[in-house]
């Protein structure tokens, strides 16, 4: 079994508050985090991924997709979701990733694994795949578009969700997806657009999955989304350890802190946070599946058994 690889890096001289923040109140209705990474160690006291889902469960979030951006955390993350049963897993290489793959010579091999992973039970989404061209120069975006691609027809070669990562391209993720079709179900991760993106979305049927940022006060451009955004294609996420929620924005993330998020929508949308949550729920079943469609290999505990 693979052990998670990834510590979060932070600069040496930062001196925020890295502690995990408080439990919120329950949700009196469960939601799922659709996009999460709880292979990445965070905070001062890095929490083993089981004691992050239990401190979900006990403010009512159901489950998590526990998303890969490379060989190694894809794997970890296929292997644990099919011994964990509040965990399914989505596989990709990011596309940050795919050119630093190209000029080792080494992209379609990962390309090759992470259509190996697209099998397995548990497994229900490719991403989180797509276009960045805020990290990567214009010599590696021929790479970023062949990798997104080869994601999208496994997608739909395997009849799973896809996951998209959209940073500083919607444009040009919007034409890749028309031009070679997009899976049946696809879903915006961390929507970082304006209404007008939303209203592309809404006709097209892909669903948008807000996270933290929806929360942070110069964040109208989301806001201004959710307005004309059907409450159909809504899903919700952490992408934790990154973009805690209001008010503690700068820790640590995790699922558990799916309330502030679900409860800050809400008051958006001027809805009740139940009717909300029961809405979103439905919608993550739609697009994953259920949690225990099938069966996990083996029991997750004792603790000793499975991955650290």
Same mark, same amino acid.
């Given at each position: 079994?693979?052990?998670?690889?990834?510590?979060?890096?932070?600069?040496?001289?930062?001196?925020?508050?890295?502690?995990?923040?408080?439990?919120?109140?329950? #949700?009196?209705?469960?939601?799922?985090?659709?996009?999460?990474?709880?292979?990445?160690?965070?905070?001062?006291?890095?929490?083993?991924?089981?004691?992050? /889902?239990?401190?979900?469960?006990? %403010?009512?979030?159901?489950?998590?997709?526990?998303?890969?951006?490379?060989?190694?955390?894809?794997?970890?993350?296929?292997?644990?979701? $099919?011994?964990?049963?509040?965990? #399914?897993?989505?596989?990709?290489?990011?596309?940050?990733?795919?050119?630093? /793959?190209?000029?080792?010579?080494?992209?379609?091999?990962?390309?090759?694994?992470?259509?190996?992973?697209?099998?397995?039970?548990? %497994?229900?989404?490719?991403?989180?795949?797509? #276009?960045? +061209?805020?990290?990567?120069?214009?010599?590696?975006?021929?790479?970023?578009?062949?990798? +997104?691609?080869?994601?999208?027809?496994?997608?739909?070669?395997?009849?799973?969700?896809?996951?998209?990562?959209?940073?500083?391209? *919607?444009?040009?993720?919007?034409?890749?997806?028309?031009?070679?079709?997009?899976?049946?179900?696809?879903?915006?991760?961390?929507?970082?657009?304006?209404?007008?993106?939303?209203?592309?979305?809404?006709?097209?049927?892909? @669903?948008?999955? +807000?996270?933290?940022? $929806?929360?942070?006060?110069?964040?109208?451009?989301?806001?201004?989304?959710?307005? %004309?955004?059907?409450?159909?294609?809504?899903?919700?996420?952490?992408?934790?350890?990154?973009?805690?929620?209001?008010?503690?924005?700068?820790?640590?993330?995790?699922?558990?802190?799916?309330? *502030?998020? /679900?409860?800050?929508? $809400?008051?958006?949308?001027?809805?009740?946070?139940?009717?909300?949550?029961?809405?979103?729920?439905?919608?993550?079943?739609?697009?994953?599946?259920?949690?225990?469609?099938?069966?996990?290999?083996?029991?997750? @505990?004792?603790?000793?058994? %499975?991955?650290?």
């Amino acid at each position: 079994m693979t052990d998670p690889v990834h510590v979060r890096t932070r600069d040496a001289g930062e001196r925020r508050d890295r502690s995990y923040p408080p439990l919120p109140e329950s #949700l009196a209705v469960g939601v799922y985090d659709n996009h999460t990474h709880l292979e990445i160690a965070d905070g001062d006291v890095a929490l083993d991924y089981r004691e992050q /889902l239990d401190r979900a469960s006990s %403010v009512g979030v159901r489950g998590v997709v526990q998303v890969g951006t490379d060989v190694a955390t894809s794997i970890w993350s296929a292997e644990t979701a $099919a011994i964990e049963p509040r965990m #399914l897993a989505a596989v990709a290489i990011h596309p940050n990733e795919a050119p630093v /793959l190209e000029r080792a010579g080494t992209l379609d091999d990962a390309l090759a694994t992470i259509a190996e992973l697209a099998t397995r039970p548990r %497994v229900r989404a490719i991403g989180e795949t797509g #276009l960045d +061209f805020y990290r990567t120069a214009d010599d590696g975006r021929a790479a970023q578009y062949a990798s +997104f691609e080869a994601h999208i027809q496994m997608a739909k070669d395997n009849d799973l969700a896809l996951q998209i990562h959209d940073r500083d391209a *919607h444009a040009e993720v919007i034409a890749t997806l028309k031009r070679v079709g997009a899976p049946e179900r696809t879903v915006f991760h961390c929507f970082s657009g304006d209404r007008e993106l939303a209203e592309i979305c809404t006709e097209n049927g892909w @669903h948008m999955s +807000f996270a933290g940022t $929806a929360t942070f006060k110069n964040a109208a451009n989301l806001r201004d989304a959710l307005e %004309v955004a059907p409450r159909s294609l809504l899903l919700i996420e952490t992408d934790a350890p990154y973009l805690t929620p209001m008010p503690y924005r700068g820790r640590p993330n995790a699922p558990y802190l799916i309330p *502030h998020t /679900l409860r800050s929508i $809400a008051e958006t949308l001027g809805t009740d946070p139940s009717m909300l949550a029961a809405q979103i729920s439905s919608n993550t079943e739609y697009v994953y599946g259920h949690w225990d469609d099938e069966p996990v290999v083996s029991p997750p @505990h004792p603790y000793e058994d %499975v991955p650290a």
